[in-house]
């Protein structure tokens, strides 16, 4: 069994949509899972904290919107683990997106290598992709509580994406006569 879930209801007017889709945003970075229309769950740990206090802020600025937090357990094993598995789920997707970016990123590198590119601001651009990589991955670490499958592998990835990098820069370098 996990440390519980916090389960929050979410009432925010249709208008004006900035603020739905605010809310809807911070709760999809805090890694929150819908259950049913304006219901969603999350592991109880500081992230969600941290997630539900910027969701609060912004509640509060919208008319009339309303923050429901419940603290929550499956009854049983089955609804445990089905929450879990579903929270699971969507951390599995989203390290899908990321690795499917790491292999742009691999794509991009080995096409400036063929290209023969080695320019400072084509070496700053890649950097700058890669920074946004690990930005990346460092959130969706955090999010991760019960370790999604394809985690690991996008460790190898980022780590690879590293050392693509680290050979590109070493080509510009030469290239230029640093």
Avoid at 73 to 90: C, I, K, N, P, V
Wanted: proline letters at 4%; aromatic letters at 6%; one cysteine or more.
């Amino acid at each position: 069994m996990s440390a519980g879930w916090v389960v929050v209801v979410v009432k925010v007017p249709s208008e004006p949509s900035r603020h739905r889709v605010a809310v809807w945003r911070e709760l999809r970075r805090g890694g929150a899972i819908p259950l049913a229309a304006g219901t969603w769950a999350l592991p109880a740990n500081p992230l969600t904290t941290e997630t539900l206090d910027k969701v609060r802020d912004l509640i509060d600025r919208a008319p009339d919107g309303e923050l429901l937090r419940l603290d929550a357990r499956g009854q049983d094993d089955l609804s445990e683990s089905r929450l879990r598995e579903q929270y699971t789920a969507a951390r599995e997707a989203e390290w899908a997106e990321f690795l499917a970016d790491c292999a742009k990123f691999h794509a991009e590198i080995d096409r400036e290598i063929a290209k023969g590119k080695f320019t400072l601001a084509e070496l700053e651009e890649e950097e700058q992709s890669l920074d946004r990589l690990r930005r990346w991955h460092r959130e969706l670490s955090l999010r991760d509580s019960f370790g999604a499958p394809s985690a690991a592998r996008a460790a190898v990835d980022l780590k690879e994406s590293t050392e693509r990098l680290e050979g590109y820069a070493e080509r510009v370098y030469r290239a230029l006569g640093q």
